[in-house]
């Protein structure tokens, strides 16, 4: 099939990460279905505003998605939320909100854009995890959870799907410069060489990173036996058990 007949299904583009992942997708001659919170400013895309966690939402957009396009290829499960208090300081409702954004609405569009891939047996789900589904990030209790179930989630439905012609893989993020990381780190949590200095390649992630590890596991031609992973983009932040001094006179 031409990549020009190919559909790509984004959750999250307006910035950051997906707006990126939107953009080479687009570039590489897909047509592109957007759901976010605000209008996506992407020329030529079926685009819908609109809270994923709600299942009247995905509903309405896989309909819309399947009404003008007839088919979902790929699925990017990109869209999430932080919030960063201890443990101890996070209410229930701050807990339940994350999850049901970084958590339930993926399974939800899972779902709804699975069963038509099931159906054409296939299809490329990727979800964006983190680093923080690999691993415990102190004061980050409902993100990590969230994260950590997303990857669960992913490694199910790669059992239960990919005989099925259906594909699933996560992308684990490290830090990366965003507009998220920016909104962080305001609140005074971290500093950008708290980063640089626990990163081995000494830097952040940009969105172009992340993008193309996302484009390379939607594409069956290049990651077709390729199931159930969730791929870390960390610059090795998880490889590395070094301590800062030692880590730091490497360089």
């Known amino acids: 099939m031409n990549v020009e007949s190919r559909v790509a299904v984004i959750t999250g583009p307006a910035q950051g990460i997906g707006r990126r992942t939107a953009e080479l997708f687009a570039e590489l001659g897909y047509k592109l279905a957007l759901i976010d919170l605000k209008e996506p400013a992407i020329e030529g895309a079926l685009t819908y505003t609109g809270d994923i966690a709600s299942e009247a939402t995905v509903a309405d957009f896989a309909d819309r998605v399947f009404e003008k396009y007839g088919r979902a290829d790929v699925l990017v499960n990109n869209a999430g939320i932080s919030h960063i208090s201890p ?21 939800l569009l899972c779902k709804a854009f699975g069963e038509k891939m099931l159906e054409a047996h296939s299809g490329s789900i990727v979800n964006v995890a983190s680093i923080a589904g690999l691993a415990g ?16 989630l992913t490694r199910t439905l790669a059992a239960e799907w990919g005989g099925r012609g259906v594909r699933t893989n996560a992308v684990c993020p490290g830090w990366v410069k965003t507009e998220m990381d920016l909104a962080d780190q305001a609140g005074g949590s971290y500093t950008d060489s708290d980063i640089v200095n626990r990163v081995p390649m000494a830097r952040f992630a940009s969105p172009d990173d ?41 360089r």
């Open 137 to 152: 990030v102190s004061d980050r209790a409902a993100y990590n959870a969230s994260k950590h179930g997303l990857i669960g």
């Open 87 to 107: 443990a101890e300081e996070t209410t229930a409702a701050d807990y339940r909100r994350v999850l049901e954004v970084n958590l339930v609405a993926p399974f």
């Open 210 to 250: 992340i993008a193309h590890a996302i484009v390379f596991l939607a594409d069956d031609r290049q990651s077709g036996f390729i199931n159930g992973q969730a791929l870390a983009i960390d610059g090795g932040w998880t490889a590395d058990a070094s301590w800062e001094s030692l880590r730091l006179r490497k």
